[in-house]
């Protein structure tokens, strides 16, 4: 089972940038869409942002805001969230994941997740 692992988190201060890392062990990514959600303290999950296998990045634009932005390097098997302009309200567990089969927005359309990592944003 691929398990992709997640990296990049930290503490930052409003306005600062991150970029997370996902790689999905032992498995090669170009045959796969990837996405990411993060989940907040008390709130359910939600969805970030998916980019599909051929390329096409989907953005949910509510929580993005035009600040973030995918990306994969199948040669490197790595896919990144570039997330500038970072805000408190950003902050949450980070998840990446591996789509399936079905509507990049929904949780149940992907079959395998990370453990999460942690983003901070002070104000």
């Known amino acids: 089972q691929v398990q992709p692992v997640e990296s990049g988190g930290g503490l930052v201060e409003a306005g600062d940038s991150l970029r997370l890392s996902c790689a999905p062990s032992?498995?090669?990514?170009?045959?796969?869409?990837m996405g990411w959600f993060r989940q907040a303290p008390g709130k359910e999950r939600e969805f970030v942002c998916a980019?599909?296998?051929?390329?096409?990045?989907?953005y949910n634009l509510h929580v993005v805001k035009g600040r973030f932005t995918i990306a994969r390097d199948d040669a490197k098997n790595r896919v990144y969230l570039q997330m500038n302009g970072l805000q408190p309200e950003d902050t949450a567990v980070y998840y990446c994941?591996?789509?399936?089969?079905?509507?990049?927005?929904?949780?149940?359309?992907?079959?395998?997740w990370g453990q999460g990592t942690q983003v901070t944003v002070s104000s």
């Open positions: 980019i599909s296998r051929d390329n096409s990045p989907i």
């Open positions: 994941a591996r789509h399936f089969d079905g509507n990049y927005y929904y949780a149940v359309s992907y079959d395998s």
């Open positions: 032992g498995r090669t990514l170009s045959i796969y869409g």
